[in-house]
């Protein structure tokens, strides 16, 4: 039985995982790396430190220098979620969100960023979040089960009674290494292992969900 909902935020409730790509790439263009859309479709779900490592391709840069590049992208991201607002939730996000709530099912979100809690704040939807673990909330990031594992005890319940929600394909794998069920947003290449794959959250209500989980 389905109780709760965890959502990854970035890709999944807004598209941020568009910010995060052009603030990293902007810093490799910096540094001189080459860095593709393509590129970035490792980094979808993976930590400011593990993305880094991951545009460096195996470059070796003394841990000043390394902290200094992460806080130059963060300084760059940060410019762009000011100007975040309410219209910028994902077609769908919103709709869902009430929705589960409005059928008394809990609703989490489990996303690797620091900055989750600012950008749920300007989007306008802290208020329908019941449990918030975020980029401080636990060491081991995805595809760890660490942060969903996390959610999960905040709100009480058991992974087998949560749909882990992911534009990512760490996300998935990190919510199946945890033991909950999972919904994949996007193409299957990246989000095929998924127990269920969908476009996006446009126009998708429970009862489209019904048929492949049960509901409380
Ligand atoms: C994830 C994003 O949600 O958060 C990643 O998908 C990002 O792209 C990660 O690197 C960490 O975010 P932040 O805001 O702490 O740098
Ligand atoms: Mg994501």
Redesign the pocket.
């Known amino acids: 039985m389905i109780k709760a909902f965890i959502f ?4 999944v409730l807004t598209d ?2 568009e910010y ?2 052009r603030a ?1 790439k902007r810093l490799a263009d910096e540094i001189g790396e080459p860095f593709t859309r393509e590129d970035n479709e490792s ?6 430190r ?2 880094l490592l991951l545009l460096l391709k195996g470059r070796i840069v003394p841990e000043p220098e390394f902290e200094q590049m ?1 806080a130059r ?2 300084a760059y ?1 940060l410019t762009f979620i000011e100007e975040i607002t309410p219209r910028d939730l994902l077609p769908g996000a919103k709709e869902l969100l009430l929705e589960i709530r409005a059928a008394s099912l809990q609703t989490g979100l489990g ?6 809690r600012e950008v749920i704040e300007r989007l306008g939807i802290a208020n329908l979040l019941d449990a918030v673990s ?2 401080y909330s636990v060491e081991r ?2 595809p760890a089960p660490d942060l969903f594992l996390h959610a999960a005890g905040q709100l009480g319940r058991a992974p087998s009674e949560c749909i882990v929600v992911e ?2 394909a760490a ?1 998935i794998e990190a919510a199946q290494a945890g033991g909950f069920h999972t919904v994949g947003l996007g193409p299957r290449e990246r989000v095929g292992a998924a127990e269920v794959v969908l476009a996006s959250l446009a126009g998708v209500r429970l009862a489209d969900l019904a048929g492949q989980f049960q509901f409380l």
């Open positions: 990854d935020l970035d890709g941020t995982a995060h790509f990293w980094l979808r779900g993976i930590s400011r593990g993305s992460m992208k963060n991201y996303s690797a960023s620091k900055n989750a975020d980029g990031q995805k534009d990512a996300g």
